[in-house]
């Protein structure tokens, strides 16, 4: 696929974003809910391969298409290794899935609610790798706890700042403000996050445009005006620690907005499965969350 048919399945496909890139400190809890405890692996190298080998697995299993899966976020390393011998991001190309990769370092300590991104020096540099290996965007993660408008305006100001950087490094940025759904104030901050965007957004110049990675919100059709906004490529939406089930219910209430789910995707594999059981077991969840994320419950 070249850019512009990647931009276009992105736009327009009929289908879901898998996220497939838990990081360091994520990894041991991910390989855990997989079937691999903790003493498996003597140091990081060893955690990681056993991890790839994971991911490996989803990414050739038949059900893993772009048919419903049209993009798949990886964490860099995953990028930066092979699929059936090939590099992973032109695996996913090849079976019709545009790569995504996360690009954010980690949270800074919380300070006025919110946690901003840790610093990326060496963001232009990742930027240039990941276009030369075919990757078509990024994705960034900042936590937002409170409903402090001053935290929140941070939040969103730091996202746009590296989503401009992302795309002047050619490449499509998944801004990603995640609000805690466990926030006693969580209807407030989305509320906030909304308007904070909105701003961002009407200031971009040019062509620029983004994508956005919400979770999903306490008023179902909130995000309408970002769905509709002509600087928004797609929005998506984070299960949050929802389970599957209740994530699927809540997405399909937001009309425009697909999924791009890790845990939720991911949560019933498990590494003792044959693979008819892997298979299965993937194909099911794919299915649900597909038809969650076309299949609304409200007037599109």
């Given at each position: 696929m070249l850019d512009q048919e990647m931009t276009k399945k992105i736009a327009d496909g009929n289908g879901f974003i898998a996220a497939l890139d838990q990081s360091g400190g994520s990894t041991p809890k991910a390989l855990k809910g997989y079937g691999i405890e903790e003493g498996a692996w003597s140091n990081d190298e060893e955690m990681f391969g056993l991890i790839h080998g994971m991911r490996s697995r989803v990414i050739t299993a038949p059900c893993f298409t772009g048919d419903k899966v049209i993009g798949a976020i990886l964490f860099e390393r995953t990028m930066d290794g092979e699929v059936d011998g090939k590099p992973t991001p032109q695996a996913l190309i090849e079976r019709g899935v545009v790569p995504f990769i996360k690009i954010d370092k980690g949270l800074e300590d919380e300070a006025n609610g919110v946690q901003l991104m840790k610093p990326m020096p060496e963001l232009d540099?990742?930027?240039a790798r990941s276009k030369a290996l075919g990757v078509f965007g990024t994705k960034e993660r900042s936590v937002i706890n409170l409903a402090n408008r001053e935290g929140i305006a941070a939040v969103v100001k730091q996202q746009f700042e590296v989503g401009k950087q992302v795309v002047a490094g050619g490449l499509m940025p998944i801004i990603e403000?995640?609000?805690n759904i466990k926030s006693p104030e969580r209807a407030e901050a989305d509320q906030i996050l909304l308007e904070e965007i909105l701003k961002e957004l009407d200031a971009l110049t040019g062509d620029a445009q983004v994508m956005l990675k919400l979770s999903l919100p306490t008023k179902p059709g909130l995000f309408d005006p970002l769905v509709d906004h002509p600087r928004v490529l797609r929005v998506v939406a984070l299960s949050g620690g929802f389970a599957r089930p209740e994530a699927c219910v809540e997405l399909a209430k937001n009309r425009g907005i697909i999924?791009?789910?890790?845990?939720?995707?991911l949560?019933?594999?498990?590494?003792?499965?044959?693979?008819?059981e892997f298979e299965a077991s993937l194909g099911g969840a794919i299915n649900e969350i597909h038809g969650a994320s076309t299949k609304k419950t409200v007037d599109a």
């Open positions: 540099a990742l930027l403000p995640e609000v999924a791009s789910f890790s845990r939720a995707l949560n019933d594999l498990r590494h003792q499965m044959s693979d008819d």
